[in-house]
């Protein structure tokens, strides 16, 4: 739904709720970036969402490490399964629990079938915990074709502090709202300007995003985070090494994932 993506800057909306869904694309203006997708791509695919709640996940992997993760013995790629419980009679006589399915991840050569969920909480908590040190933002590798992440952050601040300044004259009275309209709109079309490089940094780097997030748990944990940013930071810090433990043997705790999951940092994340 984003023309930003075909290369198109769309018009202001001013200060009516942000919809993509309500954006002319003859109203927009070439971009000086890169496009990702043709305008005919987004044409089609405008026309196929508008009405339609977006489904987020679409055909894409439902589970965090399913193709991320490897198997420990034959270093092949784990894929995503649903195991079943297989309850015993009651003790009391009054019959036997009903089946239920869970989520698993299984080596393709059958060397592991292990419980996921915990693995997927352990793996988060590892993610939540890197990302939380002061030195997130050192993880970034520079791209030679984009504009620092750090740069265009700092940008932002200053202009979101601009336009905070321009606000609080009007409330005080210092300044009209017609007065300050031109500052306001020019503000709003630099932040434009910025969040364009901003996206362009992200599709580079998945860390960028996280640049100048004061809570990585609450980021990570946001309705609005897709499955998809998070299996794509995974990817840029991890190899995540799945372990067998035996037949019969839960792993329930994070301390016991510990143990049976191997975590390789790619970058400078140790």
């Known amino acids: 739904m984003n023309p930003l993506y075909a290369a198109l800057l769309p018009p202001s909306q001013g200060s009516q709720p942000h919809d993509f869904a309500a954006i002319d694309l003859a109203a927009c203006t070439p971009g000086a970036w890169k496009k990702l997708i043709e305008r005919d791509h987004l044409v089609a695919a405008r026309d196929r969402l508008v009405g339609v709640?977006?489904?987020?996940?679409?055909?894409?992997?439902?589970?965090?490490?399913?193709?991320?993760?490897?198997?420990?013995?034959?270093?092949?790629?784990?894929?995503?399964?649903?195991?079943?419980?297989?309850?015993?009679?009651?003790?009391?006589g009054s019959g036997t629990a009903p089946s239920q399915r869970y989520h698993t991840y299984r080596c393709v050569n059958g060397h592991i079938m292990?419980?996921?969920?915990?693995?997927?909480?352990?793996?988060?908590?590892?993610?939540?915990?890197?990302?939380?040190?002061?030195?997130?933002?050192?993880?970034?590798?520079?791209?030679?074709?984009?504009?620092?992440?750090?740069?265009?952050?700092?940008?932002?601040?200053?202009?979101g502090e601009r336009r905070k300044s321009v606000l609080k004259q009007i409330s005080s009275g210092r300044a009209t709202e017609k007065e300050a309209e031109e500052a306001l709109d020019d503000i709003a079309e630099q932040l434009r300007a910025v969040d364009t490089e901003i996206a362009r940094a992200v599709a580079s780097d998945p860390l960028a995003e996280l640049v100048g997030v004061a809570d990585a748990r609450a980021w990570w944990h946001d309705e609005e985070r897709t499955l998809a940013r998070r299996r794509a930071v995974v990817e840029t810090l991890m190899t995540v090494v799945i372990h067998p433990v035996g037949a019969g043997k839960r792993i329930t705790t994070l301390a016991a994932a510990a143990d049976t999951v191997e975590i390789k940092w790619k970058r400078s994340a140790t």
Not at 53 to 77: D, E, F, M
Not at 119 to 148: A, H, W
Request: glycine content about 4%.
């Open 114 to 159: 292990r419980r996921g969920e915990i693995i997927d909480e352990f793996v988060s908590d590892q993610c939540i915990r890197r990302l939380s040190k002061p030195d997130t933002i050192d993880l970034l590798i520079p791209k030679p074709d984009v504009v620092d992440i750090r740069v265009l952050n700092s940008q932002r601040i200053a202009l």
């Open 53 to 92: 709640k977006p489904n987020h996940q679409g055909t894409a992997r439902k589970w965090l490490l399913s193709g991320l993760a490897i198997c420990s013995v034959c270093r092949q790629p784990v894929r995503s399964a649903r195991g079943m419980t297989h309850p015993t009679p009651r003790k009391d």
